[in-house]
């Protein structure tokens, strides 16, 4: 199973968000990931809808998460931003022509291998994947810039 790009980013901009701490600025996590602003809000749309970040407007706003870093479930959403979890014909709705469909041993295992792998993304949160011992932290320190150091807690 392979999940989008852009599932991949909404979960690198809601850890930007928690590392951050504070608003962030769309062009700032464009330019960090090296993503086109468009692409970003593509992905900002659905983040925001599914209740994940919230926007604040004005001159001085930005994004933010719309609630703490270890009460957002990597599994919530990558469930939320992923389109398709169909590991094979047999899973989307009326496309299989498989007489086997509903009583197959390869549906039933890829049901469980589909189903273990949200298992452990439900053991992870965006705090536990933006923790002191992640680069997340060290790589913003050193965008921006702080004299502040990048030893772990």
């Known amino acids: 199973m392979r999940l989008t790009r852009q599932t991949n980013y909404a979960t690198r901009i809601l850890m930007y968000c928690a590392a951050t701490k504070d608003l962030s600025k769309v062009a700032d996590i464009a330019e960090f990931y090296g993503i086109s602003e468009a692409f970003l809000f593509k992905i900002l749309k659905v983040l925001?809808?599914?209740?994940?970040?919230?926007?604040?407007?004005g001159r001085s706003g930005g994004i933010r998460l719309s609630r703490p870093a270890d009460q957002i479930g990597l599994g919530e959403v990558i469930r939320a931003v992923e389109d398709n979890f169909a590991m094979a014909e047999c899973f989307e709705s009326g496309a299989s022509r498989c007489p086997l469909v509903t009583n197959c041993g390869l549906n039933e295992a890829l049901s469980r291998a589909l189903g273990a792998f949200f298992d452990v993304l439900d053991d992870y949160t965006i705090a536990d994947l933006t923790n002191n011992r992640r680069n997340i932290h060290v790589l913003l320190q050193l965008e921006a810039g702080k004299d502040e150091p990048l030893v772990p807690n």
């Open 48 to 57: 925001i809808a599914s209740g994940f970040l919230e926007t604040v407007r």
